[in-house]
């Protein structure tokens, strides 16, 4: 019975067969699937940040860098704190086997995303809450008008329903949104030259 073959030995073979790869960018791609495995098992649970780090102790600082690069490119702003840990905690377990140690500066970026994530939250919440007081203290605000035909429905919506509705709340988020997004990505670009 024969072996089958990964997608990546297949491509392997391909490209030896036509020798475009020289051997540095052999071992660039051997090395990205093996991160790759490493990392499922990590986001999966099967491997400890400790665990990777053995797993990727006395690796080439090539190899290091892109397991790294691969944990900052996982990261986005709706990450939950779970799974924005973890990868914390990856990406700085990663540093500490590299000579040239950057782990105060990365750590420090990496906590300045959290802040902004808390901040989104926070700012989020205050205008959440204000608007709905002000839709409480407002009946009108939580009536909602359809023409149906010639009739004109009125419908009472709950304090949550008129929020959705809102013209500023929806304002609000598209901006508030913007923003953040926009910080997080400027901060996730900082964190890619730091490492």
């Known amino acids: 019975m024969t072996r089958i073959k990964t997608a990546l030995e297949i491509a392997l073979e391909k490209a030896n067969e036509i020798n475009i790869l020289n051997p540095e960018e ?3 791609i051997k090395a990205e699937g ?3 495995s490493l990392l499922a098992k990590y986001y999966k649970g099967s491997l400890s940040s400790i665990d990777l780090w053995q797993k990727l102790k006395g690796n080439k600082p090539f190899i290091l860098r892109e397991a ?3 944990l900052i ?4 702003f709706n990450n939950t704190q779970y799974e924005y840990q973890m990868r ?3 990406i700085l377990a990663i540093e500490t086997l590299k000579e040239g140690q950057n782990t105060s500066t990365i750590e420090s970026t990496l906590n300045e995303i959290n802040l902004l994530k808390k901040e989104y939250r926070k700012k989020k919440e205050e205008t959440e809450n204000i608007l709905k007081k002000e839709i409480k ?3 009108q605000a939580r009536l909602k008008t359809a023409k149906q035909g010639n009739k004109l429905i009125i419908t009472q919506l709950s304090v949550e329903e008129a929020l959705q509705e809102n013209v500023q709340w929806k304002n609000f988020i598209a901006k508030h949104e913007e923003k953040y997004v926009k910080e997080f990505r400027e ?5 890619k030259k730091e490492i």
């Open 26 to 28: 052999k071992e660039k």
């Open 34 to 36: 093996k991160i790759k």
């Open 68 to 70: 790294q690069l691969i």
């Open 73 to 76: 490119n996982s990261l986005n």
């Open 88 to 90: 914390k905690d990856a």
């Open 137 to 139: 203290k407002n009946p």
């Open 187 to 191: 901060v996730i670009e900082r964190l």
